[in-house]
């Protein structure tokens, strides 16, 4: 267990997640992408990072394991950076939450705008109202707009390279399903993914021996999963929009296509 961990407020964070327990239970995660999976299927395929309940649990374990691994490769972050970072996992989807009818539950990466943005922090704020210490609102706040909401900040990025190794681990779910069986628009849901992540985590890697560890060990498989994609038409999501962006898909090959296999090394 990394030391920082025992500092996060846990007992405020469960206090959130009981009162709203309901509602996060039915929070599923990309759900743009469902074609008649049910919650139980759409969990049992692509695992417990689909739903708003346990989502945190999984960007937590991530973000613990990019802390101790970067740790042990020279880059190291004060007890209280790691307190900070480690905090903001558990309280970053909060706004996605509909309180008293407003709110705008899950949007993917790419239709999220700014005033989806206004919005998720008016329900955030609603939602740290629960919580009765000051002092332990007052870290929040500032743990969500400058980590959670902010990637250009030394955490903030940090927190946008975990956030985006967990798209690519639910990606990779997708793709390799569970005794055979995959969600209906698999292809849909990686091709989105890899459109939007794999350019941002080839930069990471350079700053981030965990994210390099991360594609390192993947390469196989993403390579594959570009294969399996760009094999087949762009299919439609359950709104009858295009899945992905096939141009951005096919820059995201390229850029993957230079890549180097060794730790750090990315072809020029």
């Given amino acids: 267990m990394i030391q920082a961990e025992l500092s996060i407020p846990h007992r405020q964070i469960d ?17 743009r992408f469902l074609s008649g999976e ?8 692509l695992g417990p990072d689909v739903i708003g309940l346990t989502h945190p649990e999984v960007v937590a374990d991530i973000a613990q394991r990019f802390v101790s691994f970067n740790q042990q490769h020279g880059i190291i972050l004060s007890a209280e950076e790691q307190t900070l970072l480690l905090t903001t996992p ?62 250009v900040s030394k955490l903030g990025r940090m927190f946008n390279a975990v956030e985006r190794i967990g798209y690519l681990e639910t990606a990779i779910r997708a793709f390799i399903g569970v005794d055979g069986r995959h969600i209906a628009n698999w ?49 439609l999501d359950n709104a009858g929009e295009v899945s992905y962006d096939l141009t951005k898909l096919q820059k995201a090959k390229k850029a993957w296509s230079k890549r180097g296999k060794k730790r750090g090394q990315v072809r020029v």
Wanted: aromatic share 8%; charged share 25%; net charge negative.
């Fill in 15 to 31: 206090l959130v997640t009981s009162k709203h327990r309901e509602q996060l239970v039915s929070i599923m995660r990309y759900a």
């Fill in 38 to 45: 049910t919650p139980v299927e759409w969990q049992a395929l």
């Fill in 90 to 151: 558990w309280i970053h989807d909060w706004g996605e939450m509909v309180i008293e009818g407003v709110g705008i539950g899950d949007i993917t990466f790419e239709h999220k705008t700014s005033d989806h943005e206004a919005m998720e922090l008016q329900v955030f704020l609603t939602v740290l109202n629960d919580i009765p210490e000051n002092e332990v609102r007052e870290v929040m706040r500032n743990v969500y707009a400058e980590i959670a909401k902010n990637c």
């Fill in 187 to 235: 292809r849909g849901l990686v091709g989105n993914v890899l459109s939007n992540q794999i350019e941002k985590l080839l930069e990471y890697r350079r700053e981030y021996p965990y994210v390099d560890e991360v594609l390192i060990q993947t390469d196989d498989t993403i390579d594959r999963m570009f294969t399996a994609v760009l094999a087949d038409g762009v299919p």
